[in-house]
Structures are given as C-alpha cells and as structure tokens.
C-alpha cells in the first residue's frame, strides 16, 4: 500500500494549530503596471484563473529548488488569500464572511515555458503548477489584522528592491476576486487564493534570497537552491 502524504499547511500566527492547504487558486494580471509589462490591456480584460497545486506551498524560511525544465525562474510577490469557509456564486458584498486571513506569497513561474504556452495557445500549468512553485507566509488571522485594503507590497532579492506596489493598485479587489472564482468553482475551507503581482517582475537564480513583504503581514523568505 502507498502510505497517506502529509497534508500541506502553514503556520497561523499566535496559533499552534496550521492551517491545511487544500487548493491554490492565482489570479493572472491583477495590477495594471504588470499588465502592460506582460502585453496585456488592463482596462479591458476580465479577471482569470490558474491552479497550483497544494504541495506546491513553501514555508518562510524554506529552500526552493532550482525547477527542472526551466532557464527563465521569475519572482511575482502576491497578497495570499486563506479561506476558512467555501460556496459558490459567492456575492462581493458577502465574500470578506468567508476569509480566515491573509499572508504573502511568491507565485514563482518558469517564464520560458510560459512564453511558449502562449504562443500555442497550450495552457499554463506546467508553467504555473511545478514543484515549490508557491512560496507562502505565515497566514495571519482577519481577527487580528482586518482586511488590508492597502499597503505596501514589495519583493526583493539579495536584499535589492525588485517590485513594489500598493494593494490598492489591484484591479479586482478581493471581495470581487472571491465572486469571480465561487462563480467558477465551489470554493472550499483551506483554499488560498493568489491575488496577483505588480510590476517589477523578474529572474532569479541558484542561491538568490527572496524576502516578500505585504501590508505588515508576516514576511516571507526564501532561498533558491541549486537544481533538486
């Protein structure tokens, strides 16, 4: 028989209890700066989704190994979502009832393999959904921090400043994030959803260290090790 794996989770902030990891759900092009850096119109396309899976998670001060079938790792630095209840056709004026808390995370992407999905209209998973592609923070509980509406989000790597925005810079906000994707899936407890980067995305190597920080969320730091 094959033995049970471990649920993936992350720690919650003044809790010893985890929170389980059930689906990881990313929001693509959510900053307009980011939209134009990628080619896209920020005043005309409608939210869209991609998956990772939940294995994908990376705690703070974990390693990310070097993806295989890659020579393009890029960093995008993302307010994370975390769901304590679920449902669908979830209505925006509804959806903050649903949210235990929020963290920061990396949604890590193999660009190179990215650009060719696009050319052949193939689509993103293997270059979204890899190994340790989801870096992701302490998640800190709503009833300790509220629902940050603004505050600076930034990334840098080796302690260099690489993106920086505002989380009032999101197109979508979270609330109407959350009615877009219950409209899609039904949601679930557990689930965490990547709300999209601002602009400054870029490459990282072997032995880079990547420090996220969002809107006084825990930080997150990770260090990109040579290819597992």
């Given at each position: 028989?094959?033995?049970?794996?471990?649920?993936?989770?992350?720690?919650?902030?003044?809790?010893?209890?985890?929170?389980?990891?059930?689906?990881?759900?990313?929001?693509?092009?959510?900053?307009?700066?980011?939209?134009?850096?990628?080619?896209?119109?920020?005043?005309?396309?409608?939210?869209?989704?991609?998956?990772?899976?939940?294995?994908?998670?990376?705690?703070?001060?974990?390693?990310?190994?070097?993806?295989?079938?890659?020579?393009?790792?890029?960093?995008?630095?993302?307010?994370?979502?975390?769901?304590?209840?679920?449902?669908?056709?979830?209505?925006?004026?509804?959806?903050?009832?649903?949210?235990?808390?929020?963290?920061?995370g990396i949604d890590l992407t193999r660009r190179d393999i990215q650009a060719?999905?696009?050319?052949?209209?193939?689509?993103?998973?293997?270059?979204?959904?890899?190994?340790?592609?989801?870096?992701?923070?302490?998640?800190?509980?709503?009833?300790?921090?509220?629902?940050?509406?603004?505050?600076?989000?930034?990334?840098?790597?080796?302690?260099?400043?690489?993106?920086?925005?505002?989380?009032?810079?999101?197109?979508?906000?979270?609330?109407?994030?959350?009615?877009?994707?219950?409209?899609?899936?039904?949601l679930q407890p557990g689930d965490l959803v990547f709300t999209g980067t601002?602009?400054?995305?870029?490459?990282?190597?072997?032995?880079?260290?990547?420090?996220?920080?969002?809107?006084?969320?825990?930080?997150?730091?990770?260090?990109?090790?040579?290819?597992?």
């Amino acid at each position: 028989m094959i033995a049970p794996w471990a649920l993936p989770s992350l720690p919650v902030v003044g809790d010893r209890r985890r929170f389980p990891v059930r689906r990881i759900f990313c929001v693509g092009r959510n900053y307009a700066a980011h939209t134009r850096e990628m080619g896209g119109d920020p005043t005309r396309e409608p939210p869209f989704f991609f998956m990772k899976p939940g294995e994908a998670i990376v705690a703070d001060g974990g390693e990310v190994p070097f993806p295989l079938a890659t020579k393009d790792l890029h960093h995008e630095v993302e307010l994370v979502v975390a769901l304590r209840t679920g449902g669908s056709n979830i209505p925006p004026a509804a959806a903050e009832s649903h949210i235990f808390g929020y963290a920061v995370g990396i949604d890590l992407t193999r660009r190179d393999i990215q650009a060719i999905a696009k050319q052949r209209a193939w689509p993103w998973d293997a270059a979204k959904g890899f190994d340790h592609s989801a870096p992701c923070g302490a998640v800190q509980p709503v009833a300790e921090i509220g629902h940050p509406k603004r505050g600076t989000i930034t990334l840098d790597v080796d302690g260099a400043r690489r993106q920086e925005g505002d989380l009032a810079q999101m197109i979508w906000s979270v609330p109407e994030i959350i009615g877009h994707l219950s409209r899609l899936f039904t949601l679930q407890p557990g689930d965490l959803v990547f709300t999209g980067t601002p602009a400054g995305v870029g490459p990282v190597v072997a032995g880079n260290r990547l420090t996220a920080e969002a809107a006084g969320l825990p930080p997150l730091t990770v260090t990109v090790s040579a290819t597992a």
